[in-house]
């Protein structure tokens, strides 16, 4: 998955998701580039600019896209599993937040989806990775 945040014809914040490397639950491509976004412009609102993400957000991504305060963002593929604006839930539709932005999806939608199907099945053909967790509650990989 990966997003971008595009402020005044520029992009000002990149990310893709790095659960798996970081070890973290939060590490989504939105929640990283929306963080690099504010670090570069100095301000963590984001009025003016568009997010632009391969695949529709989840609700942790909506939240922190609620408080960033975009314009606007922009998905390629919908998830029918995670996807809050529009496929699982609706966070646009709920009028209690005190930010909105305007939502387009499907955009490239087939491009996305290829990309996306050919990430994972190369993920699929990789050896996975064995790892041995020793009494002393160290990891080791390879093990």
Not at 10 to 34: M, Y
């Amino acid at each position: 998955m990966g997003c971008v945040v595009v402020h005044q014809g520029r992009i000002i914040g990149r990310g893709h998701n790095r659960t798996e490397s970081l070890q973290d639950p939060t590490a989504h491509a939105e929640v990283i580039a929306l963080s690099a976004a504010a670090s570069t412009i100095g301000n963590w609102r984001l009025t003016g600019a568009t997010v632009y993400v391969t695949v529709e957000p989840c609700m942790m991504c909506c939240g922190a896209l609620v408080l960033a305060r975009p314009d606007r963002v922009v998905f390629g593929v919908s998830d029918p599993k995670f996807g809050c604006l529009g496929s699982c839930y609706d966070v646009m539709a709920d009028n209690r937040f005190n930010h909105r932005f305007v939502v387009t999806g499907g955009v490239r939608a087939e491009d996305s989806k290829q990309l996306l199907t050919e990430f994972f099945r190369g993920r699929r053909s990789a050896p996975a990775k064995q790892y041995c967790v020793r009494r002393d509650g160290r990891v080791d990989e390879g093990a």
